[in-house]
Antibody, heavy 118, light 107 residues
Framework: EGQLVESGGGSVQPGGSLRLSCAAS????????MHWVRQAPGKGLEWVSR????????NYADSVRGRFTISRDNAKNTLYLQMNSLRAEDTAVYYC???????????WGRGNLVTVSS | DIQMTQSPSTLSASVGDRVTITCRAS??????LAWYQQKPGKAPNLLIY???SLDSGVPSRISASGSGTEFALTISSLQPDDFATYYC?????????FGGGTKVEIK
């Protein structure tokens, strides 16, 4: 079935940086595209970014393009999200999610809260 | 960007009721639509992909239909485990977008 576990969240001041990690287990990580999806407190879901299976292709939401970078290390079965120039509106629970090659999400992590506040 | 609009935003129902949630896309997305269930404090869980295909382990009381711009998720007989928030998501192109959610609450 598989499991995804996010880490690296926390509190940061506006303009700061954080790197989220997502450790995958129980499936062949290198075969799957992966995504980050976020959810602001009390709000709906917002897709953030995706990366293909070998890390050579990425997409970003307009709201994070130029500030966030998605990457992966298939040798370590780990997905990353480098977040720079953080804003208050980036405050959310960040989920990593597995994509069965059709751009929807069939496995989700538990989520990791990022709070941007002065 | 494709906008996804769900209705209603909140639905009050009783155990055993038949409930339907609708999702409308701002342009034709064929059948590139997924539905998720989310319970408080938990990650979303995939229910439906390709507009009407049930994911593994999803109970048969849940069904979905639609194509183009109009879609529906139906629960034939609401069970206590079904009280949650439901989201639709298109995957025709990037950016992927979700509907605003429908909270199914106990009447």
């Amino acid at each position: 079935e598989g499991q995804l576990v996010e880490s690296g969240g926390g509190s940061v001041q506006p303009g700061g940086s954080l790197r989220l990690s997502c450790a995958a287990s129980g499936f062949t990580f290198s075969s799957f595209w992966m995504h980050w999806v976020r959810q602001a407190p009390g709000k709906g879901l917002e897709w953030v970014s995706r990366i293909n299976s070998d890390g050579t292709s990425t997409n970003y939401a307009d709201s994070v393009r130029g500030r966030f970078t998605i990457s992966r290390d298939n040798a370590k079965n780990t997905l990353y999200l480098q977040m720079n120039s953080l804003r208050a509106e980036d405050t959310a629970v960040y989920y990593c999610a597995r994509d069965p090659t059709l751009w929807y999400f069939d496995l989700w992590g538990r989520g990791n809260l990022v709070t941007v506040s002065s | 960007d494709i906008q996804m609009t769900q209705s209603p935003s909140t639905l009050s129902a009783s155990v055993g009721d038949r409930v339907t949630i609708t999702c409308r896309a701002s342009e034709d997305i064929s059948n590139w639509l997924a539905w998720y269930q989310q319970k408080p404090g938990k990650a979303p869980n995939l229910l439906i992909y390709k507009a009407s295909s049930l994911d593994s382990g999803v109970p048969s009381r849940i069904s979905a239909s639609g194509s183009g711009t109009e879609f529906a998720l139906t629960i034939s007989s609401l069970q206590p485990d079904d009280f949650a928030t439901y989201y639709c998501q298109h995957y025709k192109n990037y950016p992927l977008t979700f509907g605003g959610g429908t909270k199914v609450e106990i009447k």
